[in-house]
């Protein structure tokens, strides 16, 4: 009952405070008549990331899971017209979908789309060895987090800061916290523990309820 009123409340919010615009709505009903799943950050969730980029300044973001771009567009407004996000995705038809809604919602040119693996886009990336990134945010498969933020810590800068999308539910950190175990358990206990273990750190974990029911993330500065 809990998540169905907070979907309410959300909803509400969203409207109350005109958080969603027309190119946003169209990027989300155009990657969900593109068949991809309602997978996306909520709208509340989205506008959170881009107000992080805006409170840090940031010019250089790094998306790990694109989908159909919904979240990019969030962030390509955060760093504004003479920044860049670069943000990885496995699947063709993801990317594809994605670059449609990017060009379409007039982020097209901040937005550089790489295809593959993001565990081999992301030792790409630290061969090449550019300026680093300001924010990275986490949300493709959970159970590669720790991976994914090992590389998050060589591809930033202190006072950057990494944010770890669906940490309760896809995360693992329920199954965790109930000792269910399972593979989503594991990502979550070794994702914890690195963050927990990794001098150059601070974090925090919040606990969310909203559109996409109940869930949560990790929030972490790089010093
Ligand atoms: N950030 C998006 C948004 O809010 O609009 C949602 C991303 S969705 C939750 C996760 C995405 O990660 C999917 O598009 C999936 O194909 C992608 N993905 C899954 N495993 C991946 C991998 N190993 N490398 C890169 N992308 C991956």
């Known amino acids: 009952e809990v998540v169905e009123r907070a979907t309410v409340v959300d909803d509400y919010l969203v409207r109350a405070l005109a958080i969603e615009d027309d190119a946003l709505r169209a990027a989300r009903a155009a990657s969900h008549a593109a068949g991809l799943p309602a997978i996306e950050v909520t709208a509340s969730q989205g506008a959170l990331l881009s107000l ?14 694109t989908l159909g771009g919904y979240s990019a567009i969030w962030l390509a407004r955060g760093v504004g017209p003479d920044g860049q996000v670069v943000t990885l995705e496995i699947e063709p038809k993801h990317a594809q979908v994605a670059r449609e809604n990017v060009d379409q919602a007039g982020v097209g040119k901040s937005v550089e789309i790489v295809l593959g693996a993001a565990a081999d886009s992301l030792d790409a990336l630290i061969a090449a060895g550019g300026e680093p990134f300001d924010l990275v945010f986490l949300d493709a498969d959970k159970q590669n987090n720790a991976r994914y933020l090992a590389a998050a810590l060589r591809l930033t800068r202190p006072g950057s800061v990494i944010v770890v999308d669906n940490l309760v539910r896809g995360g693992g950190a329920l199954a965790a916290a109930e000792g269910t175990g399972g593979p989503a358990a594991d990502g979550a206990q070794e994702l914890l523990a690195l963050v927990r273990d990794e001098p150059r750190l601070t974090a925090t974990a919040v606990q969310t309820v909203g559109g996409k029911g109940w869930d949560g993330f990790l929030l972490a500065h790089v010093s």
């Open 52 to 65: 992080f980029v805006r409170i840090l300044g940031g010019r250089r973001v790094l998306e790990i899971g």
